[in-house]
DNA sequence: TGGCTTGCTGTTACCGGTAACTCGCGCAAT
DNA sequence: ATTGCGCGAGTTACCGGTAACAGCAAGCCA
């Protein structure tokens, strides 16, 4: 039914060749020939089969892009910033969510492998377990890394020092005279561990005892903030402070609180991490430590376009570590004049 | 590099049909040969060439989506239950934001029919302009319209009552007494257009008088709410209700009025729509009629994959329209109880 | 005039699958 | 013994492009 480069030709009279080489801006053709070509084309509304394309160049024009939740308005922004980056320079993104699983972003990446032209992963697994991409960058995947990264793996990645993470929010709420800090921890990923550690080494940095049971197991879905809050207060006594691994798991906890009558920022001295959109308009501002979503995904973004088009030194990939500030709203209990919050530069 | 179907039938000695129809599970081959060529595709780790395939069935199993907003976490829930049923059913997403631009959505729509087996649009066009989805659609393109849809074309649709939303929304502002409301009416496309009737309707019920002045143009970003709140703050006195054509609009409404000191659901009751998922939680929770995401993207998503299978009967696309509900919060100025918001079922 | 570029176009083969048809063989029925 | 049938596998062609090479006329120089 659609028109192909034959139908073309033959109502031309010339040959398939020919009429591909108009199409195509290539320069071994008279231009009277080309400009006959296009218009044909255009009056016959000539669409190329992309398939025949990819199957013929090996090149589908095509990024696939896995995050692990679509909810979360940070990887909105970040995928908006790859777009950016990727759509003038002609891919067309296929966006998958892993919804923070490690078996399902696997499949994902498999069936994206095969009909993209490379991957930009914000990978759930834990930071140890990288065989199965090692494997798949041994035999010529072309990825890159972004927000979870995984060290041990010799691949692009665009992440922000997360161990620093961990000790800015930490700090901050020491330097507001917290003594007993507690932590919502994540999950087993490497932000998780990597916030976790920092949180641990402001602690130890400020001589404060690290008590095991002021750190609660969170996923990083604000539903999960929610419910490790709540079974958090039933269970025990919950601190005056928390850093939550981050913005969704604050929100969520936030939430919790709420229900008990508790108010972050009076009650509960709450610190995120993502500075996710809503954070400044919630009914108690989220302070958060943040980063640049923008830099994240425009740097991810160029990266895979470098390895794609083979211009980038594949022995040594590249690591971009984006830099922090702490956003300090009212969650923390230290009121700010802004609406927008004050930030503070770091790292 | 990759292995290919001739690579394991050569490895076997069979020929590569018999491996094909292996991997295919086609039925007209001995089990034992099955087995075979199983074992060995999987040892020799096959992985089938989704381009070549694609070209040879002109199917490609992938669906293309087009939302106009990816920082809209309505659509963010939207595509969610677009894939709680597309996954299931072997395709994937191809996920494009056309910002709220049509001239960025036709480009999406164009480059996505040629690699898709059909579309999910919430489409920007206005409701007159249908001649370029008309020729689409003739031309055997399978699409099907969600939330954002145009009246005049023939093609599946699902979608909520326009009309019916911008009437609760401002009948409920009558309710509270106000007589002089106004309203942000979004921009051409037929949502914008829809509601803004029904916020007429609804005044010419209540026999209140339709000023003209009353109503600002705005488009459908949070942005644009700002913006367009900002200059009616600076351009003359803002009326004690407001009618904001979505969510996003009316946060955006609220933070501009934040800023000159005037507080959502004390100064001004607001209303939006969408109940978009932290409207709940923001420093006045939004008042605004709500309908089910879920439903809207799982019905979508059933109708497209009915249309591609070829299981619908063509000649009279199905249309489906989704009930509304009133989520009465703070915004309004009636203070609700319930953290979550007193729902009022309607139409 | 012969040989050599140069510039444009055509030919052939191939990318990696699949549809549709063909073929050979064993076995039951005649 | 012949026929017919069904099963399992192979052959061939094609999907719609593109790469690589071949061909061919005009133009130039010796």
Known sequence: MPVTLADIAREIGVSKMTVSRAINNNPLISSETRARVLEVARRMNYQPNQHARALATNRSYLIGVIVPDLMNLYFAEVMRAIES?????????????????????????????????????????????????????????????????????????????????????????????????????GDGSSVSADRFEGYKQALAKRKLRFEKNLVRECGLLESEGYEAMRSWLAESEVPKAIFAVNDPSAIGAMQAMEEVGLRAGKDVALVGAGNIHYGAMLRVPLTTISWSRRDMGQNAASLLIQLIEGKSDSAKPQHITLPLELVIRESCGARAKATSGTRTAAS
């Open 85 to 185: 980056i990727t759509r003038p320079a002609g891919f067309q993104l296929l966006i998958c969510s892993s919804d923070e699983d490690i078996t399902r972003e696997l499949d994902e990446v498999e069936a994206l492998l095969q009909r993209t032209d490379g991957l930009i992963i914000s990978s759930v697994f834990p930071p140890t377990e990288t065989k199965p991409y090692r494997k798949m960058i041994k035999d010529g995947a072309k990825m890159v890394l972004v927000d979870r990264t995984m060290k041990q793996l010799s691949c692009p990645a665009v992440a922000t020092d997360n161990v620093q993470v961990g000790r800015l929010a930490t700090e901050h709420l020491i330097r507001l005279g917290h003594r007993r800090i507690g932590h919502l921890r």
